[in-house]
């Protein structure tokens, strides 16, 4: 694929992506691949790799002289890193950041706490690298850089545990911490209580402390949720 096709490519999945998760196309909404080559002045077969972006996500279903149908979000692969970036981008993105936050909070104490029996000492030292890293970006604004740390952090976390299933939860983590960034459900500097308690994660986790790195763990989601009520209630 050329890098025009590339662009036009990424154009057309976000657009439709965008509202497929926005609800401007229902479920049931059917979608002619001639009508979106039109619209969006692209080949059909652009369109057709478009649409089977779409079909891996679940977002659609394509059937001959049928056309692309759009499916409820029941169908949805709503783990999907891109999928979730799509609907935080929504007007739906309070209840989407809650939803997603729940999750964390019932998955990441438990990563935390699995972290202080598994992990490596690389993974201790980088735990305690990204931590302080935090700590470092937290002041002044610079939100971008402090999202790198928290990003990494949890990643470590996840990965640490040593279950393979937590450790591919980590793009979704990811995607929960732009999308808070990017739209602004964020203070415009990060909660220090929060930042400190990343520091003992790492300090618990470093000492093998299964039972403490899950209750700090637990205390960062609370926190989280308790900002959501605040930032997007």
Do not use: K
């Not at 971008?144 to 952090?153: N, P, R, S, T």
């Not at 415009?188 to 994660?201: F, G, I, K, Y």
Request: charged share 25%.
């Amino acid at each position: 694929m050329t890098t025009q096709a590339q662009g036009l490519h990424s154009h057309v999945l976000a657009t439709l992506g965008l509202a497929i998760t926005a609800g401007e196309y229902p479920p049931g909404t059917v979608l002619r691949t001639d009508e979106l080559a039109q619209r969006f002045d692209v080949s059909r077969t652009v369109v057709r790799e478009v649409v089977r972006v779409l079909e891996s996500m679940h977002l659609v279903e394509s059937r001959r002289r049928v056309g692309v149908t759009v499916l409820p979000t029941a169908s949805w692969n709503v783990y999907d890193p891109q999928v979730i970036r799509w609907r935080l981008a929504g007007a739906d993105r309070p209840r989407q950041l809650r939803s997603l936050t729940v999750l964390r909070s019932a998955v990441e104490p438990v990563a935390a706490g699995l972290a202080a029996v598994h992990a490596t000492p690389e993974q201790c030292r980088e735990l305690t690298e990204q931590a302080l890293g935090m700590v470092a970006t937290s002041r002044g604004r610079r939100l971008e850089e402090y999202l790198v740390h928290d990003i990494a952090f949890h990643r470590v976390v996840l990965n640490a545990s040593g279950n393979e299933m937590f450790a591919r939860l980590g793009d979704v983590v990811a995607e929960v911490l732009t999308g808070r960034t990017h739209h602004h459900v964020m203070f415009e500097d990060p909660d220090p209580a929060a930042v400190t308690l990343h520091v003992q994660v790492a300090e618990a986790v470093r000492e093998r402390d299964t039972a403490r790195a899950e209750e700090l763990t637990r205390q960062i989601a609370v926190g989280a949720l308790q900002e959501l009520d605040v930032l997007a209630p």
